[in-house]
């Protein structure tokens, strides 16, 4: 019976103090929620937020204070949005995991217009996603997935993906749930909306473009939290104005819009207002302000290198212009404009085109299946073959692909290692092993040791080949015994051991900060961090690090060329 009594108080204890914890973090988002985002003073709170989720090991939190960092932050969102990865993958959540590649998608697809990257995240989502527990997820991730297809022209595609989302999203906005998710699905719901809107308008449709647009504006709260998804359904409103020739409606939509367009730096839909209102201006005769507006385009092609198909004909109509003025020295400038963006728009058709139709449609393989299994019996028999070889080709792959997320997962831990290690040394922080009081050594011993082995450390002296506890100990003005003695009390090692661990630990951060030390062989490296052996070096490395060292330097090369592509 007492033990009975006891396990309940355990129980008890724990829920009570998982329920501090929950609090805890609920009260530190409710102090920086209301900020505007890219607004540092989040930071205040946000900065203890992630510092206590990493002391608790609190992955989930911490994979929620990263992810808020991201918005808070104005100039480092794509590092924030990489920790995020880490810690979710740390939580072993699918969800989280597939929420903080579409967090980063996002980031590169929203903040800098880079499709290649933004489609290379959505595609990790989804395979986290498709059967996620949340379905939020799901189709949030889709709805990004048919941003893509829209911007490479597959509009009906696209408009298939977005019918899908408003399908889930409608019912979600008016349902019994708690009221951050019917936030959520109120944002999934309009934004799906505007796309669709995009969609039928490049398709021509303005007749189902402007109904959508109507039930838009109809179901759009005033509240100041959706001036985003208001600013898209004006500027959608301003093309249908300007499609039925009413220019001076059109640009009094545009007028409107812009003014939240630019608020929340949303170059695309900038651009393409600017150019629809330097349009109608061309319209009603007023060369002077529709230069202005064309030139406003070219100025965020200039800062962002992003363009919409669509925007071509910006540079068409400035070409246009200066030529009549004869003016060849602008003329050439909007030519070679014209150049650059067809490239970029090229460039990027291409990529996309070959990743979306080879990672996520199915339509073409169930079709080449199908026609497959209605062959011949050479045909059924060449599919037989077939099979077995997919299926072999099917092990090798998993095989590889299970290997491949067990080396990520090392990684990642290795990462927060090195930035764990980096953080106690730069705080001055490092634990000793024992405690003075604890050592049989005199204390006047202790104090000068600590002090040798400080500059030991700081000079580098275990990179020395060969070097030996006796050699050691003569530099240290001691014997070989009482040196032992001290390593094992105040380093928690062997001899041997501690100067390895110092070796494989100086190799470590010279692979992760320096790139020349990435070129180098892995013989080298173990050379030049004063090992002898380089099966040793490797051994070490792996023991110490969990992964084999040329994993870790293919890694981080990895990391740090998608850094660049940002």
Known sequence: MLRRFFLLIILFSGSWLSAQDVEFYSGLRRKYWEYEENDARAFRYLDIYISSAKKEKNYAELYQAYNDAVRYSANHKLQYADSAIIAAKLSENRDLIGNSYIGKGIVYYFTYRKFQPALDEYLKAYQYTENAKDKFLKYQNLYHIGVVKSYLGYYNEALGIFNECVAYFEPNTKAKIHPNLIFNNEKGYLNSLHQMIVCYQALGNDKKAAKLTDIGFAQISDDKVFFQEKSY???AKGILDFNNKDYNSAISEFDKSLVGLIKIDD????????FYRGQSYERLGKENPALENYKKVDSIFNR?????????GNYEALITYYRKKDDPKQELYYTNQLLKADSIISNDFKYLSARIHRDYDTKDLLEAKENLEHSNFFGKYMLSASGLLILALGFAVFYRIRRQREIQKKYNELLLKINTVSAEKEEGKIPEKTDEKNSKLDPLLIRSLKKRFSEFEKNKGFLEKRIAVGQLASQFGTNTAYLSQFINEFKGYNFN????????EYATEKIYSDKEWRKYSVEDISDNSGFSSRQNFSNLFQEINGMRPQDFIKKRKEETELQKVS
């Open 233 to 235: 359904f004006e500027k």
């Open 267 to 274: 170059f695309t839909w900038t651009s393409v207002a600017y």
């Open 304 to 312: 962002h290198h992003f363009i919409l198909p669509e925007l071509r």
């Open 497 to 504: 051991t501690y100067i390895n661990r110092l070796r494989i």
